[in-house]
């Protein structure tokens, strides 16, 4: 069975940092490029940044560059996601997505982990 | 603003079928392939199409996908009341260098 769990999630104040886990299980994991996605309450879905299966290549989007690291473990089957100079506009379920390279498709989701950015 | 649009909503009866489109531009739809998602209330997203046209085991196929130009469709036949989710589409975007979502379609089964 696939199983991606996040952890790490939690309130944090602005300009803060936070460090996001997934832990991943039931598939190939480093045939897999990693992403993270977002959902801010009661909002539509957010791509926030991938790595590549041999974590060789990371890509983020505009709103979170500079700020977002992505890393991953293939030795753990885990991904990671350091945030830092968080704002409130950050706020989100924050879920893992494995993307599987061939069919270029986001194949399996977590449940998500909620960051809240708040004072 | 969504790179992706989307309309905000969408509805039909049971057994109807309702389209849900996805428009884009030559960068992201144009010339990558789209995935569409479906997200039940209080839930993680779900894969429902990928490859713009190929549905995952498991997923009915009640359920399809297309796409002509920069844009996308998804078609949902003898609607159901579990169907009654958000949706979204999503592609990558070779200018922006990362995927991109549609701001996704609330759909109500009445």
């Known amino acids: 069975e696939v199983q991606l769990l996040e952890s790490g999630g939690g309130l944090v104040q602005p300009g803060g940092s936070l460090r996001l886990s997934c832990a991943a299980s039931?598939?190939?994991?480093?045939?897999?490029?990693m992403n993270w996605v977002r959902q801010a309450p009661g909002k539509g879905l957010e791509w926030v940044s991938a790595i590549s299966g041999d974590g060789a290549r990371t890509y983020y989007a505009d709103s979170v560059k500079g700020r977002f690291t992505i890393s991953r473990d293939n030795s753990k089957s885990a991904v990671y996601l350091q945030m830092s100079s968080l704002r409130a506009e950050d706020t989100a379920i924050y879920y893992c997505v494995a993307q599987n390279e061939a069919t270029v498709s986001f194949d399996y989701w977590g449940q998500g982990t909620l960051v809240t950015v708040s004072s | 603003q969504s790179v992706l649009t989307q309309p905000p909503s969408a509805s039909g009866t049971p057994g109807q079928r309702v389209t849900i489109s996805c428009s884009g531009s030559?960068?992201?739809?144009?010339?990558?392939?789209v995935n569409w998602f479906q997200q039940l209330p209080g839930t993680a997203p779900k894969l429902l199409i990928y490859?713009?046209?190929q549905r995952p085991s498991g997923v009915p196929d009640r359920f399809s996908g297309s796409k002509s130009g920069t844009s996308a469709s998804l078609a949902i036949s003898g609607l159901q009341s579990e169907d009654e989710a958000d949706y979204y589409c999503a592609v990558w975007d070779g200018s922006l260098n990362g995927w991109v979502f549609g701001g996704g379609t609330k759909l109500t089964v009445l």
């Open positions: 039931g598939f190939a994991f480093s045939r897999y490029a």
């Open positions: 030559s960068s992201n739809i144009g010339s990558q392939i």
């Open positions: 490859s713009n046209n």
